[in-house]
């Protein structure tokens, strides 16, 4: 099995930690890879800078299928040009957000998402109410760092955890999701700063939902929906 995870951003600097991630999370026998944009932004922290990502991440997933893939990971949380990239490839693709969004729901009532910036929290809710999902979502909160600043591992550890355990405490969440890909292997100490609370809720990683959503589609042999993901009309197109 050979997933393609594309990073819908031009910073290469996180890619060996990326990487890492993900095969961390790949079982025996698949094979990833992991691709930056040519053209974009650094990061993806507001709707300027998803539509500015939009005809790089197309430009990776027609390549992407050129290659024979199996499945595509657009590593983040907004989901950027997940359902465009369905019409153009006979493959699963996700992003960060429906794969742990669903895993959550299955696993508690009411979903609290924990974010990086205020920015990105009507991107959210505005995801949420696409995909039917509204009524499940307990809340938004935010630690308030950028995604380039999320290297700082204890400091983003300490905010998760504190605004994870506020969430449940005030009736906000049955289950929490790390709101940004970004956010790269943290969930067992966040979910173990819970757990010393007292509180005891999963803590759901977008990264491995994705990885391993892919590969469980790919075992199934599902491929997007032609009755709804569209093959795009021939015409003249540039860009």
């Known amino acids: ?93 996700v992003g960060g957000f429906e794969p742990s969004f669903l895993t959550a729901m299955s696993l508690g009532d009411r979903v609290g998402v924990v974010t990086i910036l205020p920015n990105v929290v009507p991107m959210l809710r505005s995801l949420t109410r696409r995909y039917g999902l509204d009524s499940r979502l307990g809340s938004i909160r935010v630690v308030d760092m950028p995604v380039l ?6 400091e983003l550890i300490d905010r998760l955890a504190a605004q994870a355990s506020a969430a449940v405490q005030n009736g906000e969440a049955d289950s929490v999701v790390l709101g940004c ?34 590969e469980s589609s790919v075992r199934l042999g599902l491929t997007p929906s032609r009755t709804t993901y569209m093959t795009p009309p021939v015409k003249a197109r540039k860009r």
């Open 149 to 154: 600043g999320l290297t700082d591992r204890e």
């Open 1 to 93: 099995m050979h997933i393609r995870v594309i990073r819908p951003v031009i910073d290469t600097t996180l890619t060996p930690a990326v990487t890492d991630e993900v095969e961390h999370w790949a079982a025996p026998g698949t094979t990833v890879d992991v691709v930056s944009l040519l053209s974009g932004t650094a990061s993806i922290e507001s709707e300027y800078d998803e539509a500015l990502a939009g005809p790089g991440i197309v430009q990776r997933v027609e390549e992407a299928a050129v290659d024979g893939v199996d499945g595509v990971f657009i590593t983040c949380f907004a989901d950027p040009g997940v359902h465009a990239a369905r019409e153009i490839i006979d493959a699963p693709v």
């Open 181 to 214: 890909t970004g956010m790269l292997g943290v969930t067992s100490a966040v979910r173990d700063r819970l757990h010393g609370k007292g509180i005891h809720v999963p803590v759901v990683d977008p990264t491995a939902s994705a990885i391993t959503w892919l």
